[in-house]
């Protein structure tokens, strides 16, 4: 089965082509897969030469063209921990709920030609209510937003390195089309931050303050109050941290490290010490809870690897964060609630919500995933407090939501994007929509989310 779906005749022919090459490299024995390699860890700024950004490059192809993993990486027992129910903790015995927040999370937003005012009018009327309907609304901004300069999305077929930059229109559509509050909170810090140089990624954190728009993981004065915000709803604090597995060929000068925090988390043994720190700093300023946006993990392949899963593992057990929020490989991964031995407190890490607004032509990026949390505050009976009572922040409910993105595509290009939700359960799930092409790659796509995603959380 074709992975992709090509939007343009010359798309078609170019993905024909890449096709055949992969099938004769398998021909010849030179194949990747069934299960991820250990050893690949996709940063193009951190490859020793070109022969392995090469030999990289092809292996990452592969997956996105050819085949893309539905197993996870050998012996590794990762997919039998991750498809097990993972439910939230039970509230403490006489726990009286006194605050309550929800927090919405949606996955990358990426620029694209389909992501155009054109092609958007309609893209959030199905699910913009709702969406937005939260106290809390983040996502991951991987693009730069310089207005000075040109507008750059990404290609349909990707053969080169990318350097994005959106313009004003693009921004509108990622925040809802005027139509709703927009979003609360951005992770700026990804694969892309440096797309348009230091200058780009001030210009971004400019336009996002001039906005009221806080952002996590790369700040203009390296201060910690401004990478690592905390934000205030309905009486509940939460302190939000973000970093990146790599900023593709960007480049950071020593002086300027800390204005966009990165952490080799697809490399093993990462040093969290900066974002441990970070996450430190929020709880010293009243946070009740800390989310982390990372940035990280493995493209096109159904589940994360094991050097990212153990780094993500370290982080919750040297840092306390509570949540996870992670993406970058560009489709919808499991959740997993984690018992961590040092503290001993569950920590729930999304392993990836996918892409979110964008339109890649890899058929799993059309699915995405809508995060929704529940926090509670209140206190509980407890003998050893001072008081009689102590007060804790939970989290009692974490669900992913598939979201469709329909798109129809008629003769130059896309002629509209459109979220669809998604009805029904387990085995029956459908979208209300007349276009054949969409139903038959919406029947798909959901077979991977029942296969991969959703038993995680039992859904
Ligand atoms: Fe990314």
Redesign the pocket.
Known sequence: MNPVRPITWKGWLLVALIRNLYRLLDLLGYRHGPYPEVNQHEDPGSMRNRWHEFRSGIYLGSKYYYQPFILDEQGSGIREALLTHHTPDSLPEGFQVEHRVSLHAGG?L?PYRAIHPMCCKHLWDEIGDEFFGADLVVA?L?SPSDFNRPYSPAPEVMLNDMWFNIDRSTWEIFNGGGRWRGMDLVSVA???SLDQGIEGLESTLDFLRSRGVSYAGASRFELVEESAPVLERNGIRLGFVGA?F?LNKGFLPPELKKRCHVVCMNEPDADWSTLVQEVQSVRQRGADLVAAML?GGG?YQAFPGSVFRNNVHRFCDESGVDLVIA??P?HPQPVEKYQSKVSGRSHWIVYSLGDFVSYDIFKWSHLSAWLRVEILKGTYPDQNALLGKSQATCIHRLELTPVYVEAIIRGKGVESLRFKKVHGTQGSRSIDCTDKTSQKEFKEVIKYWELCVQPSLGQ
Request: no cysteine; charged share 15%.
């Open positions: 990358d990426i991951n991987e990804n694969n892309h990146t790599s940035h493209a993406g970058h560009h």
